[in-house]
């Protein structure tokens, strides 16, 4: 006859951590919360071990004045729901419904973020790649056009306001607004007489960017757009949205190609360093399981 586990039974202390205990209870969530993710049931020992690495991470960062408050922590979890399309109830009620306690994950968050500003902060200089590192790379990566023509825009985002439960006949009519308005403006000064002026549209300040910036769709149709024009209208939450594109002037500083070898060794060094220093914290540490 199958019964539930009693509250002693899931308080049972599993692990402590410098007098920080780990319970059973904190083990059955994690490994939860890491099915939830992964798909297959995590083996027991890797979750205790993720969980002490947590423990160690959190009282590292206090060692630095590093401790995310809770709104920190509360951003970087609607962060992550926005990144999945999802509200921050949406994904609470998601992960309730796995049994699994809001707050877990966000143990999970505030560790993570202690342990990035922790690495980054005491190894920038070494976590630096340079222009020369990144060419070496390419070269032996086979590349033969590590500096491939990238460009630096700047654009001034536009959008038609349409109303919210508007009818898709409104939307189409504001959409056929803003072709006729692509077809009339020329430039970026006239795009700003205009949209300053105009009900239910705005122009955004100027943006700057660099094609390493931008995904490989945005860079097509902003170098199909001359400058001074607006680029094809586009429906979103907001309206009817376009870009006027101000000026697009030729830069090797970081070409799309370039931005990925330097975040690729980028990742490489930080990864490196993260391990190196949690094995020293984690050596320095008071470990002890409880006998059994």
């Known amino acids: ?8 039974w899931a308080q049972q202390v599993v692990v402590m951590v410098n007098g920080d205990p780990i319970t059973e209870f904190d083990v059955q969530q994690r490994s939860k919360l ?40 509360d951003q970087s979890y ?21 049994g699994i306690r809001v707050d877990t994950l966000k143990q999970r968050i505030r560790a993570d973020m202690v342990w990035g500003n922790l690495v980054r902060g005491r190894y920038k200089e070494s976590l630096q790649i340079g222009e020369k590192e ?11 056009k590590p500096d491939t023509q990238g460009f630096e825009y700047k654009m001034q985002p536009v959008v038609l306001v349409v109303p919210h439960g508007s009818s898709q006949e409104v939307i ?46 945005l860079r097509e149709i902003l170098d199909n757009t001359p400058v001074g024009h607006l680029t094809p209208p586009e429906i979103t939450r907001q ?3 376009m870009v006027a594109l101000c000026a697009k002037e030729p830069t090797k500083v970081d070409t799309p190609k370039k931005r990925e070898i330097r975040d690729k060794m980028y990742n490489e060094k930080y990864e490196a360093k993260s391990k190196a220093y949690l094995r020293d914290v984690r050596a320095s540490a008071m470990i002890e399981y409880p006998k059994q």
């Not at 993710?37 to 071990?49: C, E, F, G, L």
């Open 134 to 144: 990144v060419a070496a790379a390419a070269q032996e990566s086979g590349d033969q």
């Open 172 to 217: 189409e009519s504001r959409k056929k607004e803003a072709e006729a308005l692509r077809a009339r403006i020329q430039t970026c000064v006239e795009a700003n007489a205009f949209f300053k002026t105009m009900q239910n549209a705005a122009i955004r300040e100027t943006v700057v960017k660099t094609s390493a910036d931008l995904p490989p769709s």
């Open 1 to 8: 006859m199958a019964a539930s586990p009693s509250p002693a």
């Open 34 to 73: 890491l099915m939830l993710s992964t798909h297959k049931q995590p083996d027991r020992k890797d979750v205790i071990n993720e969980l002490i690495d947590e423990k160690v991470k959190i009282r590292e960062g206090k060692k630095f004045g590093i401790d995310p408050s809770a709104n920190d922590v």
């Open 239 to 241: 309206g009817v949205e």
């Open 78 to 98: 609607a962060a992550m729901s926005g990144r999945m399309h999802l509200s921050t109830d949406q994904l609470t009620k998601s992960l309730e419904s796995q």
